[in-house]
């Protein structure tokens, strides 16, 4: 027999969404019932406010172990029950890595202008890359909040890709408008860069400080854009912007470096180990 | 450590092991339902305890009662708890109490 909930067990079972989704679909039912059995117990014992009691430890007992849950939730698990990294998850990681390092590049080398292209496709598909890595680690926790965040990312990243490869390939199909698009492509990447790094650093996903830089420095590098270094403030946007593109080239690395090198969880059990043993 | 010894032997769920935490520690320490269950998660991500198969008879009890039970392997990292700890008392037994009586 599974009874109703009271008033009470529907209060706190919605306030069950503070923990990590898969939490909750783990566990709701039974910390509902085992509430419901605390207030029972606490009615039952007759201590003059023991329910509000109840309900003190009880929010004092959830604010700290969802937060800790959230924190914990993506931790890399201990190597002890870890295996290596998937080759899905290295090549994902390395195409970060080399998406970040072709933008740095660009501070130390010079390349050839009809090349310019290569690297800004490489560094589109890096960031891309590393999109799709995160949301494979995100979506068993939260599928909706990981494609919030990724398919923005995504999205604006194949356009402005699309955006740098269209002229290479002779084709105007925005005529005199093309270059007003780009400037919008370009914005939209910066714009879901910054996001995705900001998420990251907000839910505490792979390497969360990088995701903080990556927030921040991809926020600096609009200020780099055309309309906004053609200025009379372009003595400072342009080293800004520049200060803004290497800590997103440097942020993808590093992101590119954790997911790579991430280790999963292992389906295999610790030997068992029998009574006595 | 807690959630280890208070399932034991036996087969309990989440209220009975609070119930037996609070009891083993004369009230010093009382886990909620967050405390609980975020532990019992980790404890079956690693492998040291198990859900039991088997549900509560509907007409005895809800339904949503899940039971938890040691693994071979929860048993070994009890043990090796409980050797460890015996270790520092002994270790500590000859001054600490003398230290603050």
């Known amino acids: 027999m599974i009874p109703r909930d009271s008033a009470h067990e529907r209060v706190y079972r919605g306030l069950l969404r503070l923990y990590p989704a898969a939490f909750r679909m783990r566990f709701s039912d039974e910390m509902v019932q085992l509430f419901g059995d605390l207030l029972r117990n606490a009615r039952t014992e007759g201590a003059p406010g023991g329910a509000a009691r109840t309900w003190l430890r009880t929010l004092g007992d959830l604010a700290v172990t969802a937060a800790s849950e959230h924190a914990r939730r993506d931790r890399p698990v201990a190597h002890s029950l870890a295996a290596a990294p998937s080759i899905a998850s290295r090549a994902l990681g390395l195409a970060g890595i080399l998406g970040g390092a072709v933008l740095l590049a660009a501070f130390l080398v010079e390349i050839d202008p009809d090349l310019n292209y290569l690297r800004l496709l490489l560094f589109n598909a890096g960031a891309i890359a590393i999109g799709l890595a995160v949301h494979r680690l995100q979506a068993p926790g939260s599928r909706r909040l990981s494609v919030a965040v990724v398919a923005p990312l995504i999205l604006a990243n194949a356009w402005y890709a699309v955006m740098v490869l269209l002229p290479t390939l002779g084709l105007a199909p925005f005529a005199g408008d093309g270059h007003f698009v780009g400037f919008l492509a370009g914005l939209a990447m910066w714009l879901t860069d910054s996001a995705f790094g900001f998420v990251i650093w907000r839910i505490g996903a792979i390497a969360r400080w990088v995701g903080l830089a990556l927030g921040i420095g991809s926020l600096l590098a609009i200020l780099g854009m055309d309309r906004f270094v053609q200025g009379d403030f372009a003595w400072f946007f342009s080293p800004v912007a520049l200060a803004g593109v290497g800590v997103n080239g440097l942020a993808w690395i590093l992101l590119g470096l954790a997911v790579a090198t991430r280790r999963r969880a292992s389906d295999a059990r610790p030997q068992e180990i029998p009574p006595g043993g | ?101």
């Open chain 2, 1 to 101: 450590m807690y959630v280890l010894v208070a399932i034991g032997t036996e087969e309990r769920h989440g209220y009975a092991i609070m119930r037996e935490i609070a009891r083993m520690t004369e009230g010093a320490t009382r886990l909620g339902p967050g405390g609980i269950y975020t532990t019992i998660k980790r404890l079956l991500d690693d492998g040291l305890i198990e859900e039991c198969d088997e549900r509560p008879d509907p007409e005895l009890d809800d339904q949503r009662r899940r039971y938890y039970r040691l693994t071979g392997a929860g048993r070994a990292v009890a043990a090796a708890e409980v050797r460890r700890l015996e270790s520092l008392v002994r270790a500590a037994r000859p001054w600490a109490l003398e230290a603050v009586e």
